[in-house]
């Protein structure tokens, strides 16, 4: 992340979620929230209807289909496609049957239309509950985190849980994904002993922890362990050299 100047060592540092999170928490609460509805929709009147559309299907194939072959059988074709034509129903050209690809077209429908179970139209029912309600729970956590701040003082820092760490405590810091990130993680023991414990200093959630980062590090003696530079491939530095 950017390089920030660090406050004096007794002057608080105070961090504040930054737009970026509540930009990102927002979209994100909005997307779910968005979904869910998609699946509702669905389930209610989406799949429904194309069940519609499938049950016309198979009335075309297995009762109007049949119903042309026994009248061009019988003799009375001519009389079978003036019945079918007062009530708009496909005739057919020049002695042919009518087809289900025409018929389907005027209409809009699909050529080969899917047939939906039960438990698949239940199943959109279950998605979009599911899916709106983790929408209400991305959002109740955006709000939730609305008032949380990262704060440092001169010896020590305050995560947004509100746990104190002492820069003392601190025993490795690994800013591996910190360009990337803006993540570090810290582990320490409290009191300097006892069980160790992980933390992290999160720079795009809390804005300037850099300078928390920068501050802790200014007091570490701990193991600091960084992003390790890719391998030089000596053939490809030779022929570097000889360009």
């Known amino acids: 992340m950017e390089p920030a100047a660090t406050p004096p060592s007794d002057e608080p540092i105070v961090c504040h979620v930054t737009p970026w999170y509540y930009r990102r928490m927002g979209i994100l609460t909005g997307m779910l929230v968005l979904m869910g509805l998609y699946f509702l929709y669905d389930g209610k009147f989406g799949y429904p209807a194309k069940n519609e559309i499938a049950a016309k299907k198979e009335w075309f194939d297995e009762v109007h289909l049949k119903s042309f072959e026994a009248a ?19 005739t ?12 389907a077209a005027e209409k809009g429908w699909p050529e080969k239309p899917h047939k939906y179970t039960d438990r698949e139209i239940t199943e959109q029912f279950w998605w979009g509950g599911a899916t709106i309600l983790a929408g209400l729970m991305v959002g109740l956590t955006l709000l939730l985190n609305r008032h949380k701040t990262l704060r440092a003082e001169a010896d020590h820092w305050i995560t947004p849980e509100g746990k104190i760490v002492r820069f003392v405590d601190a025993f490795r810091v690994d800013k591996r994904k910190w360009d990337n990130k803006g993540l570090a993680y810290v582990w320490y023991r409290p009191g300097g002993e006892g069980k160790e414990l992980k933390t992290i200093i999160d720079d795009l959630k809390y ?29 490809g530095e030779d022929d570097a050299q000889a360009a």
């Open 72 to 90: 061009k059988a019988a003799g009375t074709l001519e009389t079978w496609i003036s019945e079918a034509s007062a009530q708009k129903l496909p």
């Open 92 to 103: 057919g050209k020049n002695g042919e049957p009518p087809r289900w690809v025409s018929y």
């Open 207 to 235: 804005e300037g922890a850099v300078q928390v980062l920068n501050r802790l590090l200014a007091h570490f003696k701990g193991e600091l362990i960084e992003k390790i530079p890719d391998p030089v491939d000596p053939a």
